[in-house]
């Protein structure tokens, strides 16, 4: 299929999958012209790609994963599942410094309100 016709059956812009093309996360055949092509596998792989967008890491941590994710699950070596739970610890900190700084604004605001 086409680029155009990946862009469709994924809802992800053609400009997006040439971006993960360009970091490694997708890779195109090229016919003889330099047309991309892809293949029905290369869907369920932007939407992979997706995914672990969608669950916050970076473009850098999902080409690191992306190997032990299509690796069979005997041959895994636990890397997968211990960069995702520092990616986990990590979104944890984010969600700590954001609900602390967010009650300071709350104090700030009451603390305005008051005569």
Known sequence: MRIG?????????????????????????RTPAGHRRYT????????????L????LC??????LLPCLDAPPRERTGHLETRLAQEHQRL??????????????EEIITDLGRP
């Open 5 to 29: 016709e990946l862009a469709e059956a994924t809802g992800v812009s053609a400009r997006s999958l040439r971006y993960y093309e360009d970091q490694g996360l997708l890779r195109a055949h």
């Open 40 to 51: 029905s596998d290369d869907v369920e792989r932007v939407v992979q790609i997706q995914q």
């Open 53 to 56: 967008y969608a669950a916050g």
């Open 59 to 64: 473009s850098r941590v999902i080409a690191e």
């Open 92 to 105: 944890e900190s984010v969600v700590r410094e954001a609900v602390r700084a967010r009650d300071t604004l």
